[in-house]
């Protein structure tokens, strides 16, 4: 193999930002124009790199300089780095300013991702040969076969005006020029032992603390209202025939609607619910007639409920259909052509350790795809959800490979029944639905949590590694948004904040925080393991009606939250299911264990930078 030197890449964007003022009356006209040239591919027999221009060049329509806020609205251009080299790369990503370009680069804003907002004079000067000017706008590095996209967006400051006369008639010419290089960065080697420490540098490959809080914290804060990444979605239509079961009749249309931001179609100029015999299958066989698959559960008092749902993921143009007996159950056999969605592309500039605040301070938490918080600990692998107010670093099983499709420990009920409002709880009150305040005792063991319990006792128990584990709690929020929590219909605060788009990282009340012997909650568990919520979903860039597989916390099968959502037959707690999004779900339903458990603050790494070839290790005695 040649020998390993450090190279310059450079990637043929052909940024091109042509700045010309016209004075007018009293207005003047402000162009930009950004032209970027072909895809390329740079490689060696010692180091391949490949960079992929995804999307339109971007384009400056409004005639004037933008706001920080409207520049964030522009097309971005997004390109991927991937490394196909067999060792690990750092890589740096600049902008180089040609020996054309005129305009000073403090007229013009640019950021890489969701990261802070500044002028192109703010960022960190590099001499890049060839160019008349260098900016470094991000490090990073990836393992074999890893990649991650980027989206850059540069617009003329909102602070330019008539009044800067360097600004007028010039002329702006730049390249992205990406640096790589067999890796030397490593946590370690810089003084940062702990997980709690080496997570944070890592994230911008600083070599000193304040360095690193300060570009987390500089973040731009996300929105809660969209997925992260924010994902877009082509429909199919397999030409094969499907099969599809109900028990139920349902909404039968003529016509339908696809939504390419959730992923969603929606059935159109449908009338009252049908039985699917209700048309003759040479009509099916002739027409256009699409519906969403229901289902039908009995109530408490043996009466039918139906769902009948007239917008799903997974859509049936119908063919023929036939009722049928299946375990003396009346249903109906649909034949079809299914209509699901693929991904086309994604915005994953909505990525990384973002601040917040949980009951104990200021935490730092991963949110999208992120690909630098793996942990190998217990011999299993985790992802780091967030790095807690009290120092503990909170983990995510994430399976027993680092490219396991079943990131699941099992599957459970998350109670055994469903009948009452205290069935939303972890632990709830020996005397069920006799009030309020008896159903959030907490004296009972849930189904899960006996589960839970149990997988600890045979795993960290039995490996001796209690000692590296915190009681830092896991919050089971029953506070109540509407109703009274045992006789009516009854809607829990947590399922408000998800829909509204304000998750919160603390919990309701020291009842609702489980922990083992820490008073900063209800010291009722017996050990310290519990599963994720909702709000650390939302956080993740999780939605509900928004489907993302990208997001580190997606599994392919659904896996039970511990927030419950609302009771109004029938007690149903927060899920998220395997198509990407946050649901809810009957109390008594199986879906998947992904426990979650926190490390100590002191626990220490042995190697590894945080990506699945390359993981955080913790170093165990």
């Known amino acids: 193999m040649e020998n390993l030197k450090r190279r310059q890449i450079l990637i043929c964007l052909g940024l091109v930002i042509l700045v010309l003022i016209c004075v007018g009356v009293s207005y003047a006209y402000w162009r930009m124009t950004l032209v970027q040239e072909d895809n390329n591919r740079v490689s060696s027999s010692c180091l391949s790199i490949e960079l992929i221009d995804e999307t339109a060049p971007i384009k400056m329509d409004n005639a004037y300089p933008l706001t920080d806020e409207e520049g964030m609205q522009i097309t971005p251009y997004t390109f991927t780095i991937k490394n196909t080299c067999d060792t690990f790369i750092s890589y740096e990503i600049s902008l180089g300013m040609t020996d054309t370009t005129s305009l000073n680069s403090q007229y013009v804003a640019a950021v890489l991702d969701y990261n802070e907002i500044q002028t192109l004079d703010s960022y960190e000067a590099v001499t890049i040969e060839g160019y008349k000017e260098g900016r470094v706008l991000q490090k990073g590095s990836l393992s074999q076969d890893d990649e991650v996209t980027y989206n850059l967006r540069l617009w003329l400051d909102e602070d330019v005006t008539m009044d800067d006369i360097d600004a007028i008639n010039k002329y702006f010419e730049a390249n992205v020029v990406v640096t790589a290089a067999v890796s030397t960065y490593n946590p370690i080697d810089f003084g940062f032992t702990k997980l709690a420490d080496a997570m944070l540098v890592n994230e911008y490959q600083s070599t000193d603390m304040d360095h690193a809080l300060t570009k987390i914290s500089n973040k731009q804060k996300p929105n809660f209202l969209n997925s992260a990444p924010v994902m877009v979605w082509d429909e199919i239509h397999p030409y094969n025939t499907s099969s599809a079961y109900t028990n139920t009749s349902n909404y039968i249309g003529t016509s339908y609607e696809f939504n390419e931001d959730t992923g969603y179609y929606t059935i159109l100029n449908y009338g009252d619910p049908q039985l699917y015999t209700d048309i003759d299958n040479e009509t099916y066989a002739s027409g256009d007639y699409y519906t969403c698959v229901g289902s039908m559960s009995m109530g408490e008092d043996g009466t039918p409920n139906y769902w009948r749902p007239t917008s799903c993921t997974t859509m049936y143009k119908i063919i023929s259909a036939e009722e049928i007996n299946v375990d003396s159950e009346t249903r109906y056999q649909i034949q079809g052509y299914a209509y699901t969605q693929v991904e086309r592309e994604s915005d994953t500039s909505d990525r990384g350790l973002y601040v917040g605040e949980d009951d104990y301070g200021t935490t730092y938490y991963y949110r999208g795809n992120v690909t630098n918080n793996y942990v190998y600990f217990a011999d299993v692998y985790w992802r780091i959800v967030r790095l807690n107010g009290d120092g503990s670093v909170r983990l995510l099983y994430d399976g027993t490979t680092p490219d396991s499709e079943n990131v699941l420990l099992g599957t459970s009920l998350f109670n055994n029944y469903d009948t009452n409002h205290a069935y939303a709880g972890f632990m709830y009150g020996e005397n069920v639905g006799t009030s309020y305040e008896e159903n959030i005792q907490n004296t009972v063991d849930s189904t899960i949590k006996t589960q839970l319990d149990n997988l600890y006792n045979s795993t960290i128990l039995t490996a001796g590694l209690e000692n590296y584990i915190a009681d830092s709690g896991f919050c089971n929020d029953r506070s109540i948004a509407s109703g009274d929590g045992y006789s ?97 779900n009957a109390a008594d339903t199986e879906f998947g264990i992904r426990p979650v458990i926190n490390l100590k603050n002191e626990v220490e790494i042995s190697g590894g930078i945080g990506t699945k070839n390359d993981p955080f290790v913790i170093s165990v005695q």
């Open 488 to 584: 009516n219909e009854t809607y829990y605060n947590a399922l408000n904040r998800f829909t509204s788009g304000t998750p919160t990282f603390k919990c309701s009340s020291q009842n609702d925080l489980f922990t083992v012997t820490n008073e900063k909650g209800n010291q009722a568990l017996t050990y310290p393991i519990g599963l994720i919520t909702t709000d650390e979903l939302a956080y993740a860039g999780m939605r509900n009606e928004k489907l993302n597989r990208l997001s580190y916390v997606y599994s392919k099968d659904t896996y039970w939250t511990m927030t419950p959502a609302y009771y109004s037959t029938d007690i149903r707690i927060g899920s998220l299911n395997y198509q990407g999004m946050v649901d809810v």
